[in-house]
Each structure stands twice: as C-alpha cells, then as structure tokens.
C-alpha cells in the first residue's frame, strides 16, 4: 500500500519532532520533511509533493493563514491540515475559506489527527471534535436575542482579543504586533462594537465563558 506522505510546519521543534515520532510508527503515513518556515514548506512541497501538509497556524513572520495560501498555489496538489491551539470556529472556517481540507487543534488527540490525516486524504474535509462541538452549543444557544459572537471579528481583532486574553496592555500589543498603539485602540473600541460588550472586563468575562 502507497504510503501517505506529510510535510509538518510548525516553528517548535519539540512538536515537529513528536508528530514526525508519532506518524512515522503508523505504516500507513511517511513524513517526508519538517520545517518551521512556510517559505521553506514551499519549497519542501514542490521537491516532495506531500499528499498532506500539517500547517500551524501560530507561527511568524508569516502565519500559517498566508502559509496555506502559499502551499495551495505552488503545491496545489497537497492537502492542508491547519493545526492551531485555538478552538474558536472561526479560525477554522477561515483555514478552509483559503483551501485548507481540515483544522483540529493541539488538544485533538492522537487517533483524531490521524483520523484527519485519513479522511483529508480521501478527499473529505474534516473538522476536529472540539471546534465542531463548539458550533453545536453556538447553535443551541442561537436565540435571536443578539448574543455576541466571536465569528463576526476579524482575523486582526481575534489575535488582539487572545492577546487581551493574556493580559497583556494595549501598548504591549502594538509592540508584539508590530502596530501603533492608536491601532489598537481602534481594534479594541471595534471588538467591543461588534460583540455589544461594554468595557474590557466584559470582553475578558465573555472569552472565559466561550472557550477562547
């Protein structure tokens, strides 16, 4: 049987080495290259032509958003797993709007990334356990009474809302991100807009309640 070939992309190397550990003991898979760089993946992908590539999303310079753009263009016949430890659903329908096949998160377990692995390779689009039963309880809790929702942010105001998350202040975040703090300012005052929340706090309480 043909061995299904994977490039990983993550900029941690601990991780690359323990999913190329894991993979490689299962005969059905082949990791054929490993890098931290997705300029690198590129090049990687048009040498091998890997059947997957498990992309990171949480990675810089470049993301692992601008990544999947970059594999689909010069790779397009491998296939994208976007990897990330967010679980908000938004990140993983942005992944497939840009032609990934699937998203799980860090806390899927071993058989559910190698289910991934499987099903993307068969053609299936495939959503890890947690995100999809994150859109289940958003749907339960659908009621019309305008509850907010993280899906309506930008990918700019979900990465300050995690930064927010972690304490960090908004002259910080313009620092870690490279922008002016008047920015982020404008991010913030926008994220609270959207989600109809009043104050910071409110935005810390309601990321706690849903999971972020």
Known sequence: MEKITILLVDDHKLIRESWSFILNSDPRFEV???????????????????????????????????????????????????????????????????????????????DELVLAIVEVNNGKKYICEEVKNILAQQELEEDGTGQPDMNVLSRRELDIVQLIKEGLSSKE?????????????????????????KNTAALVNFINTHGL
């Open 32 to 110: 054929v290259g490993e890098t931290s760089n997705p300029e690198e993946a590129v090049e990687i992908a048009r040498a091998k032509k890997p059947r997957i590539v498990l992309m990171d999303i949480n990675m810089t310079p470049i993301n692992g958003f601008e990544g999947t753009k970059l594999i689909r263009k010069y790779s397009p016949g491998s296939k994208v797993i976007g990897i990330s430890m967010h679980s908000m659903p938004a990140y993983a329908r942005r992944m497939i709007q840009i032609g990934a096949m699937g998203y799980v998160t860090k806390n899927s377990s071993k």
């Open 173 to 197: 975040i313009a620092t870690k991100l490279d922008i002016s703090l008047k920015t982020v300012e404008v991010h913030r005052y926008n994220v609270l807009k959207k989600l109809n929340l």
